[in-house]
Antibody, heavy 117, light 106 residues
């Protein structure tokens, strides 16, 4: 069974940093591209970042480019999102999602990040 | 950036109704569009990929169509378990979700 479990969220002050993790199981992690997608409270979905299976290709939404860094450790079956210079508008539930072709076929349950003083 | 506009924002329908949800792109997205369903308190779930391909395990009452800038998700006979918010998503240029359509029971 495919499982994606996010962790690392919490309350953080504006301007500070936070690193999210997503541990994958039930499939060969190193064969799949992975994404972070977020959802602000009561709002819609926003794609955040993508990393290819071997980390050769990385893309970011304009709203986070230069502040967030996506990475992965295939030996640990883990996806990461390093978030710096956090803003109130980054407050959201952050999902990791497996990418197959161009669609997201499995999602984690999400981890909450709250940016507030 | 490509903008995705979903309509209506909220849709009320009765069990058994045929329901149509619309998604309009600001430019041609060449059928590079997926549909996701999100029930309250849950993670989104893939319904349809590349405009009209039903994801494994999704009931056949769901179908997708469209081309160019205009796309549609149809539920042929609404069931109570279909109450959810539905999002379209384009990956033709950049990656953009629509704002969602919240589907309620009348």
């Amino acid at each position: 069974e495919v499982q994606l479990v996010e962790s690392g969220g919490g309350l953080v002050q504006p301007g500070r940093s936070l690193k999210l993790s997503c541990v994958a199981s039930g499939f060969t992690f190193s064969n799949y591209g992975m994404n972070w997608i977020r959802q602000a409270p009561g709002k819609g979905l926003e794609w955040v970042a993508y990393i290819s299976s071997g980390s050769s290709y990385i893309y970011y939404a304009e709203t986070v480019k230069g502040r967030f860094t996506i990475s992965r450790d295939n030996a640990k079956n883990t996806l990461y999102l390093q978030m710096t210079s956090l803003r109130s508008e980054d407050t959201a539930l952050y999902y990791c999602a497996r990418q197959r072709a161009h669609y997201f076929d499995y999602w984690g349950q999400g981890v909450m990040v709250t940016v507030s003083s | 950036d490509i903008q995705m506009t979903q309509s209506p924002p909220v849709l009320s329908a009765s069990v058994g109704d045929r329901v149509t949800l619309s998604c309009k792109a600001s430019q041609n997205i060449n059928k590079n569009l997926d549909w996701y369903q999100q029930k309250h308190g849950e993670a989104p779930k893939l319904l349809i990929y590349y405009t009209n391909n039903l994801q494994t395990g999704i009931p056949s009452r769901f179908s997708g169509s469209g081309s160019g800038t205009d796309y549609t998700l149809t539920i042929s006979s609404l069931q109570p378990e279909d109450v959810a918010t539905y999002y379209c998503y384009q990956y033709n240029s950049g990656r953009t979700f629509g704002g969602g359509t919240k589907l309620e029971l009348k």
